[in-house]
């Protein structure tokens, strides 16, 4: 076999004197050395390679665990925002109930919905959960909210108890006329009392008439809205005027036996609609409660 006897020949020449220098390589020494570098470079590229990739993961890694940290310091947040709210509403919803056990309105139902939130929360789609039953709890509590207020409102303007505590001595109803022969219709209940003894509202309302009216004498009508309103007669003094406000217990006047009286007494008449009703069960009712419907 004939031999390879190719040679390279190398001169590096000095620009500043006339010295050079001359190296001889065989080809497959040049090959070896391509080779060589080629393996080398590709190496150093795969090296490099796996670093980036390596330093990619290593920043991706620390991104996410920023990520989780932040996501964790909200996932805290959001329950402690949410047990605070929690917190509130069951407050209310305990100030609730006992108002409505006070005016008599059975919430159980609320009040064992507004508990079976109170049950562990976990993940974030649990938080969510969590929170739309916070949002529902809430509106039944804005509902009973209101419902206690227009049933506060209407405890108040309904007349409830005595205007002055005595003996009714003329009931509602067919009566014996005291002044004449035969017999009348008595549109409320005559009250005994001392002469001069205070007479109190017995419902919150608007005094629309204060003054003297034939047979009723010195008389105050108050208005307590949806059509309710109570006459208090025969007074010997009258303590309020058209226009003022009272509420259940204020003095509006005193007794006496002013227009058709025989006696020093009140006429208590309750209207509703402008029809007389009998004043009876509304004096004698405890609460609203033991009252029928208007």
Avoid at 82 to 102: G, N, P, V
Avoid at 133 to 143: K, N
Avoid at 171 to 178: H, I, T
């Amino acid at each position: 076999m004939r031999k390879d006897h190719r040679f390279y020949t190398l001169i590096i020449a000095s620009a500043a004197s006339a010295r050079f220098y001359r190296i001889i390589v065989h080809h497959r020494q040049i090959k070896a050395a391509l080779i060589a570098g080629l393996t080398g470079l590709s190496v150093l590229m795969g090296v490099s390679i796996w670093v980036f990739k390596q330093a990619g993961l290593l920043a991706h890694y620390h991104l996410v665990v920023r990520e989780n940290r932040a996501l964790k310091r909200e996932h805290a947040a959001a329950l402690r925002r949410l047990r605070a709210r929690l917190a509130a509403i069951e407050a209310e919803s305990h100030r609730l109930r006992q108002i409505a056990e006070e005016i008599g309105l059975n919430v159980s139902g609320d009040s064992e919905t507004i508990e079976g939130t109170t049950s562990g929360v976990g993940g974030p789609g649990e938080l969510d959960s969590f929170a739309q039953e916070l949002d529902r709890v809430a509106s039944r509590l804005q509902w009973l909210r209101e419902s206690l207020d227009d049933e506060r409102v209407r405890l108040a303007t309904t007349p409830i108890g005595w205007p002055i505590y005595g003996r009714i001595t003329s009931g509602y109803g067919l009566r014996r006329d005291p002044f004449a022969e035969g017999y009348e219709f008595h549109t409320g209940v005559d009250i005994g009392a001392g002469y001069g003894r205070p007479v109190n509202a017995t419902a919150d309302g608007i005094v629309v008439y204060a003054g003297y009216r034939g047979s009723y004498g010195k008389l105050v009508v108050i208005d307590h809205g949806q059509g309710m309103r109570t006459f208090y007669g025969h007074l010997s003094h009258i303590d309020v005027a058209v226009g003022d406000r009272v509420q259940r217990g204020d003095r509006i006047g005193r007794v006496g036996r002013t227009g058709r009286a025989t006696a020093s007494h009140v006429h208590y008449e309750i209207r509703f609609d402008d029809r007389p009703i009998n004043p009876r069960r509304y004096i004698f009712a405890r609460s609203i409660l033991a009252l029928t419907s208007r």
